[in-house]
C-alpha cells in the first residue's frame, strides 16, 4: 500500500514523524489541559492560545514559504526541529517546577508558531524531493496515516499520564520525541536528494507566487476550501475539549479518548487516501461537505457516547480534504515555486485558526459549546460553496484573458482587435 516507502531516505523521515508527532500530540493535550487548569476552564483562554499558536503564519507564512525555495530543506529543518525540542523542553522545566503560568503558554504558543512559519512549508515542500512525484500522493497519504496514528496514540497517553502525574512530564517527552526526527534528517543520503536548485534572492518574490496561485484555478480550490475550513473547522480540537470538559463533564482521559476517537477517523481517512493513485476534485469537495455535516451532527449528540462515535467520520472526512487539497497544491505547482505555493497553503490552513479558535472559544462562552459547534459546521459547508463559485469565476476570468492573448498573436486578427 505505501510504496513510498522504498525509499531508504522517506523511510527514516516517516520513522522520526511517527515518534516525533507522538510527542507532538501529547503536549497538544497537555497544553490544551493546563490551559483549562490556570485559567479554571475558560474558553477563551483556550481559544486565545491557539491563535496565538497560529497568528505568526498569518503575519510571515508566505516569507517562511519563500525561505524554503531559497536553502536547502533538509538543513532548514535540522535547524527549526531542534529549536522546537528546546521550546518543549523549556515548557516542561517551567511546569514540573510549578513556575508556568498562562502567559508562559501563551509565549510558547507564538514562539512555536514563529517557528513553524519556516518549518512547515519546508516540511512539506520535501517529501517530493524524497520521493518523486509518481509516489508523491501515496507519500503524502502516509504522512498523513502517520500523522493521524500519533493523534489516535498521543493524546490518549497523555490523559493517562496528565491524571498520573500532571501536564509537565509531558513536555518534557516530547523534547525528547525531536531527537527521532533529527536522526533521520541527519543520516539521509544527500545523492539521492531530488532537490532543485535553490532560488536566488530577488525582488517581488512573494507577489510572484500570490500572482501563480491568482492565475490558476486549480490550484485556487484547494486552498479556498483549505482556507474556509481553518476557519470554521480546524479549531475542532478546540471544540472537542470544551465539548468534553462542560457538555459531557469529562476528565483528562475521556477527553484524550475524545481526541483519539477523532483522530481513529483521520487515519482510516488516510489509509483510503493511500489507496488513490491521483487525487480529483470531487473527493476534495465531498470531503468538505461531509465534514461540516458531521461537526453539526457532534454538536447536537445527546451523549457522550455518541459524540464520541461522530468524531470517527468526521476525522476521516477531514483528513480526506486535508490529503487531497495537499496533494493537488504539490503536484500542480512547478519545482521552483512549490516553496511558495507551500506556503500560501500553510498560511490559509493554519492561519485561520486565530480568527476561528477566538469565536468558537467566545460563542462557547456565550451560548454554549454545542451552539458553537454547530456553527461553525454549518459555516465551513457555506465556505465550500463560496470557494467553489469564487474559483468559477476566477476561471472565466483567465479563460478570457487566455483568449484576448491568442487572439491578438493570430495574424490578421490584431488589426481587428485593434
Known sequence: MFRSLRNY???????????????????????????????????????VTVALQFLPVMLFGLMGGMLADR????????VAQSLMGLLALTMGVLVTTGSA????????????GL????????????VVEMVGRADLPNAIALNSSTFNLARV??????????SWMGTGPIFLLNSASFIAVIAGLALMRASELSSPQPVPRGKGQLREGLRYVGG?????????????????AQSFSTSIALMARQVYGA?????????????VGAFGGAL????????????????ALSFGLFQVLSGLAPVYPAFLLLLVPAGMAMITVNTTANTIVQLGASPEMRGRVMGIYVLVFTGGAPIGAPLVGWLAELAGPRIAVVAAGTLSMVGVALAVLVTRLVAVRVAARTADADAVDIPGVAGAVA
Open 272 to 287: 483510503l487516501a493511500a489507496r488513490r493513485v491521483k487525487p480529483s476534485r470531487r473527493f476534495l469537495l465531498a470531503g
Open 115 to 126: 517557528i513553524s512559519c519556516v518549518e512547515v512549508p519546508t516540511r512539506q515542500s520535501f
Open 9 to 47: 531516505n522517506y523511510r527514516l523521515f516517516a520513522a522520526g514523524g511517527v515518534v516525533s508527532n507522538c510527542g507532538t500530540w501529547m503536549q497538544r493535550t497537555a497544553q490544551d489541559w493546563l490551559v483549562l487548569d490556570l485559567t479554571h476552564g475558560s474558553g477563551s483562554a483556550l481559544g
Open 71 to 78: 536553502y536547502r530543506k533538509r538543513r532548514v529543518l535540522i
Open 251 to 263: 476528565g483528562a482521559s475521556s477527553f484524550g479518548i475524545a481526541s483519539s476517537m477523532f483522530a
Open 216 to 232: 490558476r484555478p486549480d490550484l485556487l480550490l484547494p486552498l479556498l476550501i483549505v482556507a474556509f475550513m481553518a476557519i470554521f
Open 153 to 162: 496514540v498521543g493524546p490518549a497517553v497523555a490523559g493517562l499520564l496528565i
Open 101 to 112: 503560568q498562562v502567559w508562559h503558554v501563551y509565549a510558547m504558543a507564538f514562539t512555536l
